[in-house]
């Protein structure tokens, strides 16, 4: 009979921790012991529960995810095995640093998290710190399209290693200034004629740019099309409508409202369930 394991969930966002919750449940050798969105609170009741497994969210307000783990080998013997899960792949490297057993990107991947559940197991039997480092180089270069060998080398000589294929920020030019506009604060982005409009932190920017130009830079774990002139930041998005002639908003955090074509609809749904 296989071992069992006990999993905790740390996530501000509700809705990322029930979908975890509900993924988990597919797992018979997996026993979700508790959640919390309140990173101060988890750590107090990590330390209490002592699970075998915390899946660990990085950008929350209040401590990070990387001050969670700070506070947990502080008043924790034996750590439990941490796996990150979030949104962003700039921070695959210092995952890496802090050993950190794996590295999940939203929308969690069916395959990924069997992976990840598998790994897991190994560890904790347990395996060498040699082979999980290695399969960690690998996750760095799924993520960063860089050389397992290259990101070796970089570590060991103290070099940084590039942490995203994807821009951090985007180049807006308008009558003679040029404004660099953050990607993680991009909340949507709408095609007018040749332009594009881009809306982030409450304002509104206009790119002389295609659709298809601008998505190949934009991270497609974080931003989604939602219909064929629309993309939007799934971190934005707060909930999925539905009307009663069938069709399907969203609604971002901001309180803005968008139409989802019937193509998206599937797409925007499983990503309202990670």
């Given at each position: 009979?296989?071992?069992?394991?006990?999993?905790?969930?740390?996530?501000?966002?509700?809705?990322?921790?029930?979908?975890?919750?509900?993924?988990?449940?597919?797992?018979?050798?997996?026993?979700?012991?508790?959640?919390?969105?309140?990173?101060?609170?988890?750590v107090a009741e990590i330390s209490a529960l002592k699970p075998d497994i915390v899946f660990l969210d990085i950008q929350m307000p209040g401590l990070n995810g990387f001050d969670v783990l700070k506070s947990l080998q502080q008043c924790m013997p034996t750590l439990p095995a941490i796996v990150f899960v979030t949104a962003f792949d700039q921070y695959a490297i210092r995952a890496f640093e802090v050993r950190a057993l794996d590295y999940l990107l939203k929308p969690v991947d069916e395959e990924r998290l069997v992976e990840t559940i598998e790994r897991?197991?190994?560890?904790?039997?347990?395996?060498?710190?040699?082979?999980?480092?290695?399969?960690?180089?690998?996750?760095?270069a799924e993520v960063t399209g860089e050389d397992c060998d290259v990101i070796l080398e970089r570590l060991a000589s103290g070099d940084d290693v590039p942490m995203s294929r994807y821009p951090e920020h985007i180049a807006i030019k308008d009558s003679g200034e040029i404004t660099r506009v953050?990607?993680?604060?991009?909340?949507?982005?709408?095609?007018?004629?040749?332009?594009?409009?881009?809306?982030?932190?409450?304002?509104?920017?206009?790119?002389?740019?295609?659709?298809?130009?601008?998505?190949?830079?934009?991270?497609p774990h974080l931003f989604q099309r939602i219909h064929r002139s629309a993309i939007v930041n799934v971190n934005q998005v707060e909930k999925l409508c539905t009307r009663q002639n069938g069709e399907y908003h969203i609604s971002l955090k901001n309180g803005q409202k968008l139409k989802v074509s019937r193509s998206y609809k599937d797409r925007i749904k499983q990503l309202i369930l990670n």
């Open positions: 009979m296989s071992r069992s394991f006990t999993a905790y969930i740390v996530d501000d966002e509700s809705l990322a921790r029930k979908g975890l919750a509900i993924r988990l449940e597919s797992f018979d050798e997996i026993t979700l012991v508790g959640h919390q969105g309140n990173s101060r609170e988890a897991v197991k190994q560890e904790l039997e347990p395996n060498e710190f040699d082979a999980t480092q290695q399969k960690l180089v690998n996750l760095v953050p990607v993680n604060a991009i909340e949507w982005v709408d095609a007018a004629g040749d332009y594009m409009c881009i809306h982030a932190s409450g304002e509104t920017f206009i790119l002389r740019r295609t659709m298809k130009e601008l998505e190949k830079e934009l991270n």
